[in-house]
């Protein structure tokens, strides 16, 4: 039978009840990086304005769409589209005075600065989509116009960059049929 040396106590090996403060702040940091990076990543300010520009797209195809059935169903008459050369005619029925309202970069025909297509277009739709930012159901932010050979043209005036925080390159959200 061994004795264990007399200077020397056994030692027990210690229970660990739980983590150290060290521990605990280095995985609270490192969850803190992660997360910041994952938010920079998402820019979920960007994804908000990528968006409104995908509603925007769909506002202009559905309002065309309308336009050339009313076309079809009305022997190739459309409604009251101005043609004037370079300008434009903004969609809804009260948008203002013609002198004071914009289009984007694109100049508001001076006539008939405005086009209400909520009664030609009933049938095809149950109401005119306006944009989700700046629109009203008065002044949609959406334009029309017709060419000297007849094409159609609809778009929106204020799209939005869609690089960080609304900057970058606009696109010029606009179809022609």
């Known amino acids: 039978m061994q004795t264990a040396h007399p200077g020397f106590t056994r030692l027990r090996p210690r229970l660990r009840r739980g983590f150290t403060l060290i521990e605990l702040i280095i995985v609270v940091a490192i969850i803190a990086i992660v997360a910041a990076t994952i938010f920079v990543a998402i820019d979920p300010a960007k994804q908000l304005h990528a968006a409104r520009n995908s509603t925007r797209w769909a506002d202009v195809t559905s309002i065309l769409e309308g336009i050339k059935k009313y076309q079809f169903d009305n022997d190739g008459a459309l409604p009251a589209i ?13 948008v203002g ?3 004071s309202v914009s289009c984007g970069s694109h100049p508001v025909a001076s006539g008939g600065c405005e ?13 005119i989509p306006y944009d989700p930012k700046t629109g009203t159901e008065r002044n949609s932010r959406y334009y029309v ?12 005036c204020d799209s939005e960059g ?9 696109p010029n959200i606009e179809l022609t049929r």
């Open 97 to 99: 005075t013609c002198g």
């Open 82 to 94: 101005d043609g004037s050369p370079g300008s434009v005619q903004l969609i809804g029925s009260n």
């Open 162 to 170: 869609e690089g960080a925080g609304g900057q970058g390159e606009v």
């Open 145 to 156: 116009n017709k060419d000297e050979y007849g094409l159609i043209s609809v778009g929106a």
């Open 115 to 127: 086009l209400d297509l909520s009664s030609s277009l009933r049938p095809y739709m149950k109401k």
